[in-house]
């Protein structure tokens, strides 16, 4: 989707084990339509050679505060003026200590220090041996930095290169590409507390049985990501799907509508937004069998009564935190035709100010979508588009809807 065009990005490596991620990593910001300009630490060149870096960035890369191809001889002024970020991965103890006193003497530090700091972000992805990360002078460090205006991105947690188990990990490269877009994202929900659900729900027959639906729970999990990114503390409450939960955002798993409904009436009462994109099973077994249900040869068939499940979005429009404005609540109506006609009416008997009609059978498993968005003033139609594209769209649809919030 090239989420990082027209971005010049200093990729900067210390030394560290992790280097090795560096090089995905660097792929990865110029697949997104980045520039990335490499800069390495002696150490970080023990790690990976400076030649894999500037065959994947495409640009030299520069190692030492006295090199002579700058006509000023100041490298450290012209790298960290070009760029919109400066992303430091990895990023060991070593460098946070440095970081943290203020050191220069040499380039990457030096041009951490010489950047205008209102201007050009520092973001940190630590990589160190658990011991390392949780002592006491790198947690204060970590502090010291944090506080002089560096973002200090999360550890992962696992097996590390030295044979240990535990916390300093560098993020995948997947997970950092997703931060830096997120870093990057205008905070258009800030403060906010969203709310979402997705997936279809499973409801049982029996023990090995169930109803289900088709919905892949994608254009759930892309709003989800798209609010967290737009600054938004985010809840996905998920019906059984396969996706992995974006960054960030705190994930519930639940099966049957109604476990979705317990999941989601207590968390929508302090919540802003919610939005309803699962599908859920309009009606389920009017009884569960504890045991299968078993063939017995006599040619038989079970005889299933229904029951209807619970309308998780009208019960939320309804409750009195959404009916007094603080909570704002968001439908999706999955239609074969006629959408406007239904998408309308939906809106008006759920009792939501925004409905998001789409064309169930062309949106069912599929990564693209097209939305009419539909409220009191009239409809609006973002066409076709990935589901990820669409889901920023609508995010920023929802936030200007928004009530400005009351002091
Ligand atoms: O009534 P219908 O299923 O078409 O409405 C779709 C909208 O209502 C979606 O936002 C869906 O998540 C929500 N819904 C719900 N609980 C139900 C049925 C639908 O929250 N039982």
Not at 8 to 34: D, F, N, P, Q, T
Not at 127 to 152: C, F, I, K, S, Y
Not at 252 to 267: D, F, G, H, T, Y
Not at 346 to 373: H, M, W, Y
Request: aromatic residues 4%; contains cysteine.
């Amino acid at each position: 989707m090239n989420e990082l065009a027209g971005k010049h990005i200093v990729l900067g490596l210390s030394g560290g084990v992790a280097c090795y991620k560096s090089a995905e990593l660097c792929r990865a910001l110029i697949k997104e339509g980045a520039t990335v300009q490499v800069v390495m630490t002696e150490a970080a060149a023990q790690f990976i050679t400076p030649v894999t870096m500037q065959a994947l960035s495409n640009r030299t890369v520069y190692g030492s505060q006295w090199d002579a191809r700058e006509a000023n001889n100041m490298p450290h002024i012209n790298l960290s003026r070009e760029a919109d970020a400066i992303l430091v991965a990895p990023c060991s103890a070593d460098f946070i200590a440095r970081l943290a006193q203020g050191r220069a003497d040499e380039l990457l530090s030096l041009l951490c220090l010489a950047r205008p700091a209102q201007q050009v972000p520092l973001l940190l992805a630590p990589a160190m041996n658990r011991e390392m990360w949780a002592h006491p002078a790198t947690q204060r460090n970590l502090a010291q930095v944090a506080q002089d205006g560096a973002t200090v991105l999360a550890v992962g947690n696992g097996d590390q290169a030295c044979g240990e188990t535990g916390d300093g990990r560098m993020l995948e490269p997947a997970e950092l590409l997703e931060e830096v877009i997120a870093f990057f994202t205008p905070k258009v929900l800030a403060g906010q507390k969203v709310l979402v659900t997705a997936g279809p729900t499973f409801e049982a027959i029996d023990p090995v049985r169930g109803i289900t639906n088709h919905s892949s729970g994608k254009m759930g999990f892309a709003i989800a990501r798209a609010a967290r990114e737009a600054g938004a503390e985010v809840t996905l409450v998920a019906g059984p799907v396969h996706l992995p939960t974006p960054r960030g955002v705190h994930r519930i798993n639940v099966q049957s509508a109604q476990k979705m409904l317990e999941a989601v009436v207590p968390r929508a009462q302090v919540a802003t937004v919610f939005i309803a994109t699962a599908a859920v099973a309009d009606w389920r077994p009017a009884t569960q069998a504890e045991q299968k249900i078993k063939k017995d040869g006599s040619g038989q068939t079970p005889v299933l009564g229904f029951v209807e499940n619970p309308d998780i979005l009208a019960t939320v429009a309804q409750s009195q935190h959404a009916l007094v404005g603080d909570l704002f609540c968001v439908g999706f109506a999955a239609e074969s035709h006629d959408l406007l006609a239904h998408a309308s009416a939906k809106r008006e008997r759920k009792g939501v100010p925004l409905l998001v009609g789409n064309i169930g059978p062309a949106t069912f498993g599929q990564d693209d979508n097209a939305l009419l968005l539909v409220d009191a003033q009239g409809h609006r139609e973002l066409p076709r588009a990935s589901k990820r594209a669409l889901a920023r769209q609508l995010v920023a649809e929802i936030a200007l809807r928004l009530p400005v919030p009351r002091v």
